[in-house]
């Protein structure tokens, strides 16, 4: 049977002998794309193929959909997707089927979670097919690619990671960490030939070079034409690709794959190959594997079983940047790509398949399909026609041309550029004039945006965005998804479903500001508490708290939210893949964080305050309480010693304030952190890398827990031989000690002013001070009584250091004060309050109480007389009991002027008149 | 050919250049005469106005040719850059407004200039050098004073300016750094944009000149000028920019040094061999401290220089130089060291200090690993820090 093309082939043979200069192998490439496009049209089954974000795709899509019918349709998509089409129609395009997997059988369980995407836009032929698959009757729909998991077992180790770009709009990230997947990935799979081919057709990136060269050309072209230049491009890239690389070998495992599951399929259903339509990439329509074919002799390929991961499957939105940014295509082009679509199906008064109820598009009036035509004529040769002429373009669109123009200039000065229609008409000029100097012959969207950036683009940016940016937006703009209610996971309905009362729309893709007034409208409370719990599981700016907090103790009676679900429905949905309700998650959520192998004690008390705040479930808090215990226990460091002491004190509070009696695992967690603690305590004092302020956080656990430790059965003498055994030697420590000491009554507060005073006293250690007070500045919160003291060291160190060695250090003291303020400042500020004169005046006449202490001491020592003092001195058999067991040494005074009795008594009973008179008038 | 002063008539530069061997730098015209008749002589396509190339021919002549145009002759490439930036520049010309190139420093900015006024007008000399002490005579027109005394005020006794003398021959006129000249010298070109003409108030006859179709003004301005003389949002609506990058792409750069200083070489008749290993180094480490000062924080972490292809080209020409000239006639990496050190330590401590951390924390590590030429250039470089500091 001679082929159609031969003409065709002799030519080309022709061309590789004129170019005998060129390499060896371009006859047989050469050859070979005809062979190619030949082989195709013998295929029994017919074959579209199809390429990525092609309207030209798509268009003829619908035209060979309408004219044949076909009862079978085999798509190119991963096979286990299938279930999810029919809910594109609840949503609104683009979105993105996805499959989800956290736990992982048969995979790295470092690489979770495992994230499949495949996004589906309007303009694009898949679409069109599900369309019409779905909404015909008795037509069947078939995918037959690899399924989602061996997307991962066939993945190469070394595959690419897609970068983070750092500043990617927010609409870029749609897609999250997913593994793209695309039907019809149709480019040169090489640099230097993308770079050549660009170079030769005078464009600037590859949607350029195929709108230019392929998809006006195409963009009318009867089938057969479609057919054979699509699988000449694909086959040119397939014989230009290098051999060898893993790409090419996965590509030829998946049409081994794809062919597999087709003739099984055939075999099954024994449908008519002549009723049967396979949509695949060019690439692979141009496949001469020999697995490749529908004749039932074709070998099989064998298919590996999946792994036992569990993959969960949803819709997620997308957006036409987002696909721009996963797929590495020229920003805009997809939604240029749409905008033709647009153009084309009114110009050419066809009929698109769509969805019935599909979001979004426009209403269609359901018709049904003509009666499908019979085909049956031989091929003919197009390709000579679509090689030797040159690019066929539509004529200027002026009338098109002129609206952008118009267009850019009122949406310039919209964003701050100072343009007027003086610029409209330049635009307009350098248009045509690029176009014309590009060899085109009327300009496309891109000369377009290339004359509107020379013409309007001065020398600064004055908004947000830039006159290229504004362009994107003007040729059909960003388009966004959304996936509808009925499509969404349970728990993403049930967080709808929850937030209704608040009465807001929150599918809009904008911030919205909810106002809850709890004391007014009690219903709000569930809203409050939903949106507590969305803030610990959702990114930052999800849902964002006005006003209002949420910490143990508190309840408010108003909060205001400002939400933004409408741009995070990914997060919610992915929320759904793990778990029913959002209690669920959370749950999970703090469970992980607490048997995280690097959780510690901190960690999971953090979890404990969490699930007191977010969740009323004693049993979950209690079992992380028990974990909280468990992992102090074995903690070696003291690192996080201020955390625990923090969280502890306050979930302590709450109970008291709460509950009648303790939690068991609090009681087991203060006498297990007492005992701990004070094991520690020694080793802690000495070591280099453990800070101060974590020896402080230990002893104010001691102290503060030590009447609770008590009274659960510790013992004090641990804590005092362990105070005992330490013996520090930096400064800041030594003074900690020292506190720790008074606190003990060891060290009473006299020698203590003594021992700070011979140090301040001295000059040889008068550098080392600063430490010391840093020191005391710490023991605040371990002993509060040390409080005056402090003020006192802190006021002595400030009068009495020399500069050199006082200035050096008052940075520290304010960034140690600044870091923990919350425990430190009002303690402090309290007390100086107390002790410093309120008033400028006052001052003058003020004098420290630690300067003026020795007389008042004297005073105040004295014992009172009068009828008790005589008793006691009379009997003193029991006070010196008490104070012996007290261990306080004293000594009896004598009161001498006692006798005569106080001054006052005298001077009365010399002149009585007064007090007789005084009597008299009260009646007395 | 004799021309009176102040005759109107233009000047006819390919008969006036004197010989190319005369001259220390040809202006463009001159220097590509035989590459411009050639191309004038093929060239089949619409020319707007009075251009002596069309658009595609002048894309030809900056770009250069490929096998695929199908030429008899090789054009050589003459400017490094994105494509889209000289069809856009073109395109503007052949517009109603005029072209302003903004760019860094030393992005080729005023040879692109030169190139576009050459290829379109055969005639890049028209210039104006904008600076602080421009002044509107020297766009518009001053007077021959004593001619003025001994004739009185006639066009014979009129000075034009080089942009004047554009206007009536109908070319390109050039006016360069735009915004060293203060804001009412900026504002005079604003009536000569839109109107295109210019009017001679002293004269009571023939007293406006006319811009003859094809006379249309390149601008430059420099980038890092920016607030000095803001340019008035009237005279920057009459021009289209066109920002010119700083080149980042390592083999256009490696071109760009390549091309030009094969011409220095030639125009000091020196034979010297450039190692391509050397124009590496020379790149990698232009390219390394490009990055270290995108990543300062603060200008005393950043080197002066905005290390611009043309500094690279300085840097070269220096070390090519000086090895000529005092060394021993070969091109060595010390000398390549002690030449960037040189061109690049303007401020001392800041920049000293910035190569010396380049030197100790790049250098020496990349001297360990790939050894070579850098060996070379580690030990140039310590000797001219030391020397400096």
């Known amino acids: ?924 | 050919m004799f021309s009176s002063p102040g005759s109107v008539s233009l000047p006819d530069h390919v008969e006036e250049n004197p010989p190319m061997s005369d001259m220390l730098r040809a202006p463009a015209e001159a220097k590509y005469a035989d590459e411009l008749d050639w191309l004038e002589s093929i060239d089949d396509g619409p020319k707007p106005f009075s251009w002596r190339l069309s658009p595609k021919m002048v894309r030809l002549f900056i770009l250069g040719s490929e096998r695929a145009d199908g030429l008899d002759r090789e054009i050589a490439q003459k400017w490094f850059g994105d494509r889209s930036f000289v069809e856009r520049a073109v395109v503007t010309l052949a517009s109603d407004r005029g072209l302003l190139l903004i760019g860094d420093p030393g992005t080729g900015k005023s040879w692109l200039a030169e190139l576009l006024a050459a290829a379109i007008s055969r005639n890049s000399t028209l210039v104006v050098q904008g600076t602080a002490g421009t002044t509107e005579d020297h766009i518009k027109y001053s007077w021959n004073v004593s001619m003025v005394i001994a004739k009185g005020q006639s066009r014979a006794s009129m000075i034009p300016s080089p942009i004047m003398t554009a206007m009536e021959g109908g070319v390109i006129g050039r006016f360069e750094e735009l915004t060293r000249s203060t804001s009412d010298v900026q504002d005079a070109l604003i009536s000569i944009l839109s109107e295109k003409y210019v009017s001679i108030p002293e004269l009571d006859e023939d007293n406006i000149v006319f811009a003859k179709p094809g006379f249309s003004i390149i601008a430059t301005a420099n980038s890092r000028d920016r607030g000095v003389n803001d340019l008035s949002s009237a005279l920057k609506r009459r021009f289209n920019f066109i920002r010119i990058p700083v080149v980042t792409n390592r083999k256009s750069e490696a071109e760009i040094v390549r091309f030009r200083t094969e011409e220095l070489l030639r125009r000091h008749n020196i034979e010297l061999e450039v190692p391509p290993s050397l124009l590496d180094v020379l790149l990698q480490s232009f390219a390394d401290l490009r990055a270290a000062s995108a990543a300062a924080t603060s200008d005393d972490e950043r080197l002066e220089s905005a290390l611009s292809t043309a500094e690279q080209i300085g840097v070269l020409e220096d070390a090519i130089l000086h090895s000529t000239f005092f060394g021993s006639r070969e091109l060595t990496a010390e000398a390549l060291a002690g030449s960037l050190v040189g061109s690049l330590a303007r401020r001392s401590p800041e920049d000293l200090a910035i190569l010396n951390k380049y030197w100790h924390g790049v250098v020496e590590p990349r001297s360990q690993d790939d050894g070579g030429e850098w060996n070379g250039f580690l030990e140039g470089g310590r000797q001219a820090i030391a020397t400096l500091s």
């Not at chain 1, 970068?163 to 019809?184: K, N, R, S, T, Y």
């Not at chain 1, 000579?384 to 310039?412: F, K």
């Not at chain 1, 009465?503 to 904008?510: A, I, P, V």
């Not at chain 1, 250091?801 to 050096?808: E, M, N, S």
């Open chain 1, 1 to 924: 049977m001679t082929s159609p093309f031969a003409g065709l082939r002799a030519q080309l043979l022709g061309a590789a002998e004129a170019l005998a200069t060129g390499p060896a192998a371009l006859p047989e490439i050469l050859s070979g794309i005809v062979d190619d496009v030949d082989h195709m049209f013998r295929e029994p089954l017919e074959i579209f193929p199809v390429c990525h974000h092609s309207p030209a795709s798509a268009l003829a899509m619908v035209r060979r959909l309408r004219e044949k019918q076909p009862k079978v349709i085999y798509l190119e998509l991963c096979e286990d997707l299938g279930p999810l089409l029919t809910e594109l129609r609840n949503c609104r395009l683009p979105v993105a089927l996805q499959a989800f997997a956290s736990e992982l059988e048969g995979f790295a369980k470092e690489e979770a979670p495992l994230s499949v995407i495949a996004p589906i836009t309007e303009a694009s032929a898949e679409y069109q097919a599900i369309a019409y698959a779905l909404e015909t009757p008795g037509v069947e729909l078939v995918l037959v690619d690899r399924s989602t998991d061996h997307v991962f077992q066939w993945q190469s180790a070394e595959a690419p990671v897609p970068e983070d770009d750092a500043d990617a709009e927010p609409e870029d990230d749609l897609h999250g960490d997913a593994v793209g997947v695309e039907i019809g990935d149709l480019r040169p799979r090489f640099a230097e030939l993308e770079e050549h081919l660009l170079h030769h057709g005078r464009v600037r990136h590859w949607s350029e070079w195929w709108d230019q060269y392929v998809e006006q050309p195409l963009a009318h072209a009867d089938h057969d034409t479609y057919r054979q230049v699509m699988v000449l491009i694909g086959s040119l890239f397939r014989r230009l690709t290098p051999a060898g690389t893993r790409r090419l070998a996965t590509d030829e495992d998946r049409e081994r794959y794809m062919w597999t599951r087709i003739r099984e399929h055939l075999a099954a259903g024994g449908a008519d190959r002549a009723e049967c339509l396979y949509i695949c990439g060019a690439f692979h329509a141009a496949s001469r594997v020999p697995e490749a074919g529908s004749e039932p002799s074709a070998p099989d390929f064998e298919i590996t079983p999946r792994t036992a991961t569990t993959w969960l499957y949803g819709l997620i939105p997308s957006s036409h940047s987002a696909i721009e940014a996963q797929f590495g295509l020229a920003p805009g082009s997809v939604s240029i790509a749409a905008a033709t679509w647009q153009k084309s199906i009114t110009r050419s008064r066809l009929t698109p398949f769509a969805l019935e109820g599909q979001k979004g598009g426009k209403k269609r009036v359901r018709k049904s399909l003509p009666a499908p035509v019979t085909g049956g004529e031989p091929v003919v040769d197009q390709l000579t026609g679509y090689l030797t002429g040159p690019a066929a373009l539509g004529g200027l669109d002026e009338e098109e041309l002129r609206g952008w123009c118009v267009d850019i200039v009122r949406l310039a000065r919209r964003n701050g550029y100072l343009a007027s229609t003086a610029d409209a008409i330049a635009v307009f000029e350098t248009s045509i004039l690029l176009a014309g100097m590009r060899g085109r012959a009327r300009p496309t969207p891109y000369d377009f945006q290339d004359a509107a950036v020379t013409c309007i683009e001065k020398d600064a940016v004055p908004g947000r965005r830039d006159v290229s940016r504004l362009c994107e937006i003007l040729l059909g703009g960003d388009r966004i998804g959304q996936v509808g209610y009925a499509a969404l996971p349970p728990l993403a309905r049930e967080v709808y479903d929850r937030l209704a009362p608040l009465g807001l729309n929150l599918e809009y893709r904008t911030i919205q500001r909810a106002l809850l007034d709890i004391a007014a409208r009690p219903e709000l409370a569930a809203c409050s508490q939903l949106l507590w719990m969305l803030r610990y599981l959702l990114p930052d700016n999800a849902v964002r708290p006005i006003m209002g907090s949420r910490r143990l103790g508190e309840k408010h009676i108003q909060e205001s939210w400002d939400l933004d679900l409408g741009r995070h429905q990914r997060t919610i949905i992915e929320l759904g893949y793990e778990g029913v309700t959002v209690e669920q998650v959370l749950e999970q959520r703090l469970r992980r964080a607490a048997w995280d192998p690097k959780a510690t004690a901190a960690t999971a008390l953090k979890a404990v305050e969490h699930s007191l705040l977010f969740l009323s479930s004693p049993r979950l808090t209690d079992e992380l309480g028990g974990r909280a215990v468990e992992l102090l226990a074995a903690e070696r460091g003291v690192d996080e010693a201020p955390a625990v002491l923090r969280r502890i004190r306050r979930l302590l509070a709450h109970y008291r304030s709460t509950t009648p009696a303790l939690p068991a695992w609090c009681e087991r967690f203060v006498t297990a952190g007492y005992a701990h603690y004070c094991t520690l305590l020694p080793t802690a004092f000495v070591e280099e890398e453990t800070g101060v302020r974590q020896v402080g956080a230990m002893l104010g656990f001691l102290f503060s827990m030590e009447s609770l430790a008590l009274s659960l059965g510790c013992d004090r003498t641990q804590l005092e031989l362990a105070v005992r055994q330490c013996h520090p030697e930096s400064a800041a420590k030594i003074a900690l000690l020292w506190a720790a000491r008074h606190q003990l009554g060891v060290l009473p507060l006299a020698e203590l002013r003594e021992r700070v005073d011979e140090l301040l006293g001295n000059p040889l250690v008068v550098p080392a001070v600063p430490q010391y007070v840093s020191g005391f500045v710490q023991a605040l919160e371990a002993v509060p009584r040390l409080v005056p003291f402090v003020v006192e060291t802190l006021s002595k160190a400030f009068a009495r250091l020399p500069d050199p060695v006082l200035l050096p250090w008052l940075p520290v003291l304010i960034t140690t004060l600044k870091s923990q303020a919350a425990e430190l400042v009002p303690v402090l500020t309290r007390e100086a309050g107390r002790t410093f004169p309120g008033s400028l005046a006052a001052l003058d006449t003020w004098t420290a109480p630690w300067t003026a202490r020795p007389k008042s001491a004297v005073a105040t020592s004295r014992p009172s007389s009068g009828a008790a003092g005589v008793l006691l001195a009379e009997h003193p058999a029991t006070t010196e009991a008490v104070a012996a067991l007290l261990r306080c040494a004293g000594e009896w005074s004598v009161a001498g002027g006692d006798a005569e009795g106080p001054a006052p008594v005298g001077l009365l009973t010399e002149h009585p008149e007064t007090a007789e008179a005084v009597a008299a008038l009260i009646g007395g």
